[in-house]
T-cell receptor, first 117, second 113 residues
């Protein structure tokens, strides 16, 4: 079981370019979550997805950011027209489907570190 | 506002001593909590969890205590080792919000050899 796989691990973009971050969940996990982490800070929730469905995007900035989790392939977090303030580590996590008894543990990937020049 | 916060942003302990990391939460609807450990340059790693129907849970060298009355939980690490040096986060799940977790700022633990 390869765990949650994220790529690229490091990405450098110039202001105005687009950044695409990919996440493949653990085998058997159908839910994907994206979090952003600024240096010396905690993880801020961005979006929660199932295959072909966004469940909660309340933490996602209204402009320039989008996320998808297609039927086939990894989940993608897309940032258009990046600005310096987008520089951060972006973590993906996955979990099995919800249980009636309550939430499931999130398993995290190693993160993608975006640097905007 | 509602938040998951930590009392101490940094903590230094001698190797072999016990460590206690605290976390306060403000949402009374929170009913499931997880402690994560994050080493430098890595993703958060699950340590231990606890549901609101419990007040204590033990793992290997770690214990989580939950006090719902004052909305406080703590992570106790016994016989702290250099490999325990990391940032520790508590994360809360609020009932009826699905599988969404909210993270605190984190506490940086440094173990002094």
């Amino acid at each position: 079981n390869a765990g949650v796989m994220q790529n690229p691990r490091h990405l450098v973009r110039r202001r105005g370019q687009e950044a695409r971050l990919r996440c493949s969940p653990m085998k058997g996990h159908s839910h994907v979550y994206w979090y952003r982490q600024l240096p010396e800070e905690g993880l801020k929730f961005m979006v929660y997805l199932q295959k072909e469905n966004i469940i909660d995007e309340s933490g996602m900035p209204k402009e320039r950011f989008s996320a998808e989790f297609p039927k086939e392939g990894p989940s993608i977090l897309r940032i258009q027209q990046v600005v310096r303030g987008d520089s951060a580590a972006y973590f993906c996590a996955s979990s099995p489907p919800n249980r009636i008894s309550g939430a499931n543990v999130l398993t995290f990937g190693a993160g993608s570190r975006l640097t905007v020049l | 506002g509602e938040s998951v916060g930590l009392h101490l942003p940094t903590l230094s302990v001698q190797e072999g001593d016990n460590s206690i990391i605290n976390c306060a939460y403000s949402n009374s609807a929170s009913d499931y909590f997880i402690w994560y450990k994050q080493e430098s340059g890595k993703g958060p790693q699950f340590i231990i969890d606890i549901r609101s129907n419990m007040d204590k849970r033990q793992g290997q060298r770690v214990t989580v205590l939950l006090n719902k009355t004052v909305k406080h939980l703590s992570l106790q690490i016994a016989a702290t080792q250099p490999g325990d040096s990391a940032v520790y986060f508590c994360a809360e799940n609020r009932a009826n919000t699905g599988n969404q977790f909210y993270f605190g700022t984190g506490t940086s633990l440094t173990v002094i050899p």
